[in-house]
C-alpha cells in the first residue's frame, strides 16, 4: 500500500505539511487555507431494474458531494443482487475501494445506499477512511445551510432522529458519528449523550419548532393584515423554485446551481393580473431517498405546504430524470397529505430544452422558463383562476357602513359588481369560503347568492 501524504506525493488536494521547524510558530488560523475534502463515491447497481440506475444515482450523490464542498476523486459500482450483512458491499469490491481511496489521497467514502451502523463501522476498519451515507451527507448540507433559528432547530432534530437508532447497539461507533463532511451542528458533541439525554433534547428541539413556528405564523398573518390565499412552490431540489418565486415577486431568494440551495421558507407578496393578491411560498426540496425522518424534522417548514390553497409543483423540464423527480415528489406530497391539494403542473427551464420532451407534457401543465420569463404571464392567469376556483360566488347587499366587508372582498377576492343605492351596496363578488360566510351574515334580508 503506498502511503499517504508521503513525501514522493504532491497531488492535487494534497494536506499541507508543515516543516516541523515551522509549526510550533503557527496557529491555525495562519495555517493554509484547508483543501476540500475528497472523496469515493460507492454505489450499488440492484439486479432488479430501477427508475434510477445505480450510475444515476451516483451521477446525483456526486452534485450533492459537490454542494457540500467535497471534491469527488472517484466512483465504485458494484452489481449485487443483495446487501452484503458485514460491509454492504463484498470484501473484493471493500479491498477495491480502499485501494482506489488510498491511491487518489481520499479523506472519506461515501456510499449512494443506507449504512447500517455496524456496517459503516465495519467498512471504516477495513477501508482505515471515514465512512458516510448519503442521509449524512444531505444532513451535512442541511448542516451548513441552515440560517434561521428554525433551520437549525428542524437540521439538529433530523441529525438527532439519524443518531437515534444508532444509538440502540454497539456504543463504540458513537465516536465516529460527528464526522461527516464539513461537520457542524449537534453530531459533534452529541458524542458523550446517551440515549435518554437524546430523547429529551428531541423533546425540547420539537417544542421549540412548535413555538417557532407559531411565531412565524402570527407574524406572517400580521404582515399580510389578512389571511391571503397561500401558493407554495414544491418540486425536486434544483428544480428551479427560487428562480422563479423570484420572478414571480421579485423576491430576492438564493438561487444556485447546487442541491438543496433554499433551506428555509420564504414568503411573499404575489399580485396577480386582476389586483388580487396571495402569498407565495418557496420552500425545501425534495430528493430522492431523502434521509429517514426528514418529513418528521422538517415538519414546522413543511406545514407551509400543508396550510397553502394552491401547489405548484416545479419540475425541471430539461431533466433527463424528469419523470421519475415528478414520481419522488408526488410520494412526498403522499406522505405530506396534501396530495389531495388543487396543484398545478409547472414545467420549467423550457429554454433549455432543444427539441419536444421525451415525455410529452400534459395538457393542463404549464411550460415556462423562470430563466427567460416565457409562459410566466400565462402561468399568472393560470394561478389566478385556480384560486378563484376554490373560491364561492357571492351577490349580497351590504349596509352602507360596512365598507370594510366590501375592502376585504376586493383584498382576499374578486369584486365583479359593487353597486351602491341609498340604504345598501351590491356586491357580487369571488371569495374564499369564509368571507363569504362573513358576507351572508352581515347581508340585508334582500340578499341571494348565485
Ligand atoms: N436555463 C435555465 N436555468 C434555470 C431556470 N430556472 C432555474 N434555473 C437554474 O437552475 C438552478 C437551480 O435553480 P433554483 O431556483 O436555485 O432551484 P430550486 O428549485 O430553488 O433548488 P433548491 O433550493 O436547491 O431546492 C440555478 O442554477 C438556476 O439558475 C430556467 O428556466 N432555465
Ligand atoms: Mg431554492
Same mark, same amino acid.
Not at 476498519?125 to 442521509?135: E, F, T
Not at 415538519?299 to 390553497?309: F, I, Q, R, Y
Given at each position: ?18 516543516? =516541523? ?101 465495519? /467498512? ?32 439538529? /432534530?433530523?441529525?438527532?432522529?439519524? /443518531? ?57 398573518? =400580521? ?200 340604504? =345598501? ?26
Amino acid at each position: 500500500m503506498r502511503q499517504r501524504n508521503g513525501s514522493q506525493k504532491v497531488g492535487k488536494g494534497k494536506r499541507h505539511r508543515c516543516p =516541523s521547524w515551522v509549526a510550533p510558530q503557527l496557529r491555525w488560523w495562519q495555517l493554509p487555507p484547508q483543501t476540500p475534502e475528497r472523496a469515493v463515491l460507492v454505489g450499488v447497481e440492484k439486479h432488479q431494474r430501477q427508475a434510477m440506475s445505480g450510475m444515476e444515482s451516483l451521477d446525483e450523490l456526486e452534485r450533492l458531494a459537490q454542494s457540500a464542498g467535497v471534491e469527488v476523486v472517484g466512483r465504485v459500482l458494484q452489481v449485487l443482487a443483495r446487501p452484503q450483512p458485514a460491509t454492504f458491499i463484498g470484501s473484493g469490491k471493500v479491498e477495491e475501494v480502499r485501494r482506489y481511496a488510498w491511491e487518489n489521497q481520499a479523506q472519506v467514502v461515501i456510499f449512494d445506499e443506507s449504512l447500517a451502523p455496524a456496517q459503516q463501522r465495519n /467498512l471504516e476498519n477495513a477501508l482505515g477512511l471515514k465512512v458516510i451515507d448519503r442521509s449524512q451527507l444531505i444532513l451535512d448540507i442541511f448542516a451548513q445551510r441552515a440560517r434561521s433559528l428554525e433551520g437549525k432547530l428542524q437540521v439538529e /432534530l433530523a441529525q438527532l432522529q439519524y /443518531l437515534l437508532p444508532r444509538l440502540t447497539r454497539q456504543w463504540q461507533h458513537l465516536s465516529r458519528l460527528g464526522g461527516g463532511v464539513g461537520t457542524r451542528g449537534p453530531g459533534e458533541t452529541q458524542l458523550e449523550v446517551d440515549r435518554r439525554k437524546v430523547r429529551e433534547r428531541v423533546a425540547v428541539l420539537r417544542r421549540r419548532l412548535r413555538e417557532v413556528a407559531r411565531t412565524r405564523y402570527i407574524h406572517r398573518q =400580521s404582515r399580510a393584515g389578512v389571511p391571503l390565499p397561500v401558493v407554495a412552490l414544491v418540486g425536486y431540489t434544483n428544480a428551479g423554485k427560487s428562480t422563479l418565486m423570484n420572478r414571480l415577486t421579485s423576491a430576492q431568494a438564493l438561487v444556485a446551481d447546487q442541491l438543496f440551495a433554499t433551506l428555509d421558507p420564504m414568503v411573499r407578496h404575489l399580485r396577480l393580473p386582476s389586483g388580487m393578491s396571495a402569498l407565495v411560498v418557496d420552500t425545501v426540496g425534495f430528493i430522492h431517498k431523502l434521509p429517514h425522518g426528514f418529513i418528521d424534522a422538517f415538519k414546522s417548514t413543511l406545514e407551509e405546504v400543508k396550510t397553502a390553497d394552491l401547489l405548484l409543483h416545479v419540475i425541471d423540464a430539461s431533466h433527463p430524470l424528469m419523470q421519475h423527480q415528478q414520481t419522488v415528489v408526488e410520494s412526498v406530497l403522499d406522505e405530506l397529505e396534501v396530495a389531495h391539494k388543487p396543484r398545478i403542473l409547472v414545467f420549467n427551464k423550457l429554454d433549455l430544452l432543444d427539441g419536444p420532451p421525451l415525455v410529452p407534457f400534459p395538457s393542463t401543465a404549464s411550460l415556462v422558463s423562470a430563466h427567460t420569463g416565457t409562459g410566466l404571464e400565462q402561468l399568472l392567469y393560470r394561478i389566478e383562476a385556480e384560486l378563484l376556483g376554490l373560491f364561492q360566488q357571492v351577490r349580497v347587499h351590504l349596509p352602507l357602513h360596512r365598507g370594510d366587508l366590501v375592502a376585504r372582498a376586493k383584498q382576499l377576492g374578486r369584486v365583479v359588481e359593487e353597486r351602491y343605492s341609498a340604504e =345598501s351596496v351590491e356586491l357580487c363578488a369571488f371569495v374564499p369560503a369564509r368571507l363569504a360566510g362573513q358576507l351572508r351574515k352581515h347581508a340585508l334580508s334582500q340578499t341571494f347568492s348565485l
